[in-house]
Nanobody, 125 residues
Framework: QLQLVESGGGLVQPGGSLRLSCAAS????????IGWFRQVPGKEREGVSC????????NYADSVKGRFTISRDNAKNLVYLQMNSLKPEDTAVYYC??????????????????WGQGTQVTVSS
């Protein structure tokens, strides 16, 4: 059974940091591009960042550039999203997703085959 599991979410004060992890079970992430998305109630799922299968190419939403960093460790079958200088508007459920079909932009949610269940990130004082 192919499964993605996010972890690392929680409550953090503005200006703080969190590192999210995306772990795969039942398959290797080696050949998959990975995206991080976030969603708040009443809004569409938003692309935050994505990384190519090799890790050589990354993309970021303008709202997180310079604050978030995506990385992957294919040997450990993990993808990370380091989030620094967090703002209240970063509050959302964060999802990771995997895709190997390479159809469409990696920042586009409909491009992805597999999704995790999400982890809540709350930025509040």
């Amino acid at each position: 059974q192919l499964q993605l599991v996010e972890s690392g979410g929680g409550l953090v004060q503005p200006g703080g940091s969190l590192r999210l992890s995306c772990a795969a079970s039942g398959f290797s992430l080696l050949y998959y591009r990975i995206g991080w998305f976030r969603q708040v109630p009443g809004k569409e799922r938003e692309g935050v960042s994505c990384i190519s299968s090799s890790g050589g190419s990354t993309n970021y939403a303008d709202s997180v550039k310079g604050r978030f960093t995506i990385s992957r460790d294919n040997a450990k079958n993990l993808v990370y999203l380091q989030m620094n200088s967090l703002k209240p508007e970063d509050t959302a459920v964060y999802y990771c997703a995997a895709d190997r079909r390479l159809i469409g932009s990696c920042m586009f949610s409909k491009a992805y085959e597999f999704w995790g269940q999400g982890t809540q990130v709350t930025v509040s004082s």
